[in-house]
Structure formats: C-alpha cells, structure tokens
T-cell receptor
Framework: EAGVAQSPRYKIIEKKQSVAFWCNPI?????LYWYQQILGQGPKLLIQ????????DSQLPKDRFSAERLKGVDSTLKIQPAKLEDSAVYLC????????????FGQGTRLTVV | RKEVEQDPGPFNVPEGATVAFNCTYS??????FFWYRQDCRKEPKLLMS???SGNEDGRFTAQLNRASQYISLLIRDSKLSDSATYLC??????????????FGTGTRLTIIP
C-alpha cells in the first residue's frame, strides 16, 4: 500500500516570499491533516479536511496560510508571505474516520525561512 | 489546561532498564488513544494503539485509565534503538463522522549504553 506522499522534502525561502506544499494521502482516506511541527515540539494541527470540506482550521493563520483539497484527494498548503517563525516541518497525515484507526504521516516538508 | 499533556523529558535511561511515560487528556469524550514514535528528523509512526483493557506488544505495554483520563506506556528491557520521542495521541470521533486528532508535545527518551 502506498503511503502519504509529500513534496518537496526541503525548501529554503526568504521571508516575505511565498511557498506551497503538496500532499497526496493514502487512497480512500477521507480525512487529511496538515500539521506544523517546530523543533522540539509536538505536531500542531493547522487544518483538517474531511473529503473536500474543512472540518477544523481554527489554528490556521489565515492572514498568510491557505489550504485546499480539490476533489477530496490531493491537498496543497500555501504560505504567503512567509515569516521567519514559519520555519518548521509541515506534516501531512491521512486517516479513515473510524474508531481505533490511526493516522499515517508523510515524510514532511522541512521549511527554512531566512 | 492543555488538551493532551506529556512530560517532555528528556528521560535518560540506562540500557536494559524499564521506563514509563504518562499522558493526560482533558476531554472525557475521547474515544481512541495511540502512542506514536518519532525519530530525529523523521515523521511520526504508530507504535501502538491503546485499548481499554490494556495491551502489550513485546517489550511495550500500554494502558488506559478513563476514570483518571490518562494513558501510559511502559518499555521493558530498553534497547539503544528505543531512543526517540514518544507522542501521545488522542482521537475524538463526532456523531457526524468527523474525527479530531490531538498530539501531546512528546517525551524524549535517550537510552544510554
């Protein structure tokens, strides 16, 4: 079974530039998450999709972050303009919305804003 | 109070020792519980689910105490390869079929030779 795919693996940009990350979840998984993980901290939920609808985006800094999941499959997360504090690993995860089923993570995109 | 709380550690434990982590959660309606393991610069991966009756997988034992709202992970006969960050994860499932996964900050474990 193919896992969660993310790209790019690494990205270095200057502050105020824009950047986009892509995620392809496991086939058939209705739920897709984007997490931000700063070094030394646990993953923090940015946005959660159920199919192509947003379930929770309460912690997404909407003045600069946006995300979409067209057709309920792939998803993109965009930051515009980037700030230094956005330097983190951006993790995409997917799961089926059933009790006792876990979420599977992609390898993440390591973003460095300089 | 944080939704999911863990002692961040670090825990530095000699090889062969037993180590235990606890995790508390605030929402009594939480339904599923997991321990994930995250190696340095890697993504989190499921270590084990935590069932109401408690469960064991080799050297690892997970337990759930719903009354006190905490879960625990016990590692026996620790190996060098157990060095990692252990993340507590709590899942809530709504009546509409939506789920919410909340992560703790993780507990960093280092096994010392």
């Amino acid at each position: 079974e193919a896992g969660v795919a993310q790209s790019p693996r690494y990205k270095i940009i200057e502050k105020k530039q824009s950047v986009a990350f892509w995620c392809n979840p496991i086939s058939g998984h209705a739920t897709l998450y984007w997490y931000q993980q700063i070094l030394g901290q646990g993953p923090k939920l940015l946005i959660q999709f159920q199919n192509n609808g947003v379930v929770d985006d309460s912690q997404l800094p909407k003045d600069r972050f946006s995300a979409e999941r067209l057709k309920g499959v792939d998803s993109t997360l965009k930051i515009q303009p980037a700030k230094l504090e956005d330097s983190a690993v951006y993790l995409c995860a997917s799961s089926s919305a059933r009790e006792n089923t876990e979420a599977f993570f992609g390898q993440g995109t390591r973003l460095t804003v300089v | 109070r944080k939704e999911v709380e863990q002692d961040p550690g670090p825990f530095n434990v000699p090889e062969g020792a037993t180590v235990a982590f606890n995790c508390t959660y605030s929402n009594s309606a939480s339904q599923s519980f997991f321990w994930y393991r995250q190696d340095c610069r890697k993504e989190p991966k499921l270590l084990m689910s935590v069932y109401s009756s408690g469960n064991e997988d080799g050297r690892f034992t997970a337990q759930l105490n719903r009354a006190s709202q905490y879960i625990s992970l016990l590692i026996r006969d620790s190996k060098l390869s157990d060095s990692a960050t252990y993340l507590c994860v709590v899942k809530e499932l709504s009546n509409f079929g939506n789920e919410k996964l909340t992560f703790g900050t993780g507990t960093r474990l280092t096994i010392i030779p």
